[in-house]
């Protein structure tokens, strides 16, 4: 058996939207097992001299904690790993990773998870659920905590949103310490302020883009992570100022912005990567090979 999974990019937080709001963007890494081949570890691309290849591997670690989970056997496989996701830099690589391995689990044990199931094993492994939730189902998730577990609502993304990610080539942040530069507690006005834009943000993101630089405005967590990142920091304070609508990409240093009216995104200078991918509607993908 040879399947391939492709499990896109993710842009979460999204201004106020903390922990629970996730854009899919096509921009993937594609996670292929080759049961008949001998077993070991491929990583090509993005990550390929730092990413391990042993069983801390988050692919294979994901593949076996579903086969814990379900009480299953796994065959011995082969797995290549094609990486078009920067690492550390906020752009949900974990979550595709994870994503990947669980989906690929379940097709080798036959599990048949439900969605629901599967977003729960998947924000066990990743610590939340909006990137995960994102990458399984594509379009713009809305992550919850219910009484009984995550859950999330997938949204159809707004098809004017034009994003444009702007990768900092100097400048890494680990998501255990842009978790840690967070405050404990917050004023009731900014949290009051936050749940006005984050339900602003959905509005904008899926029916009115024109109201994206007042929707992605945060009191919660970007005042926060943004001195850990002071390259990200500067231009994101400039392109604010210039009238785009901008956002930490997850936990950082990349940040999203968001072209309109014709404008777009002025030249950033030698340092960064930029990208333009497209909105991804299909979320995570497995596919079978013939061969």
Known sequence: MKLTVR??????NLGPGFDCLALAVDLANEFTVDTRAEA????EGEGADELPRDASNL??????????????SLPEFALRCTNHIPVQRGL???ASAVVGGLLLGDRLLGAELSPGRLLEVAA???????NVAACLGGGLALAYLSNEGWRAERLEPSPELTPVILVPLGERVATEDAR????????LADASFNLGRAALAV????RRPDLLVEALEDRLHQPHRLPLMPATKTLFEDLRRA??????????????AFEQGGRGVPGVGPGWRVLRPAVDYAGAIVVESPD
Not at 59 to 72: D, E, F, N, Q, R
Not at 203 to 206: N, R, W
């Open 7 to 12: 499990a896109p990019a993710t842009l979460a």
């Open 40 to 43: 070991g570890v491929e990583i």
């Open 59 to 72: 692919v294979l670690h994901s593949i076996a904690h579903l086969a814990g989970a379900v009480g299953g």
């Open 92 to 94: 949900g690589s974990s």
């Open 124 to 130: 066990s492994l990743e610590g939340h659920a909006d």
């Open 180 to 187: 840690r530069a967070l405050p404990r507690w917050v004023p």
């Open 203 to 206: 509005l904008a993101l899926t």
């Open 243 to 256: 009238g785009f609508p901008v956002a930490v990409a997850g936990s950082g240093p990349s940040i999203v």
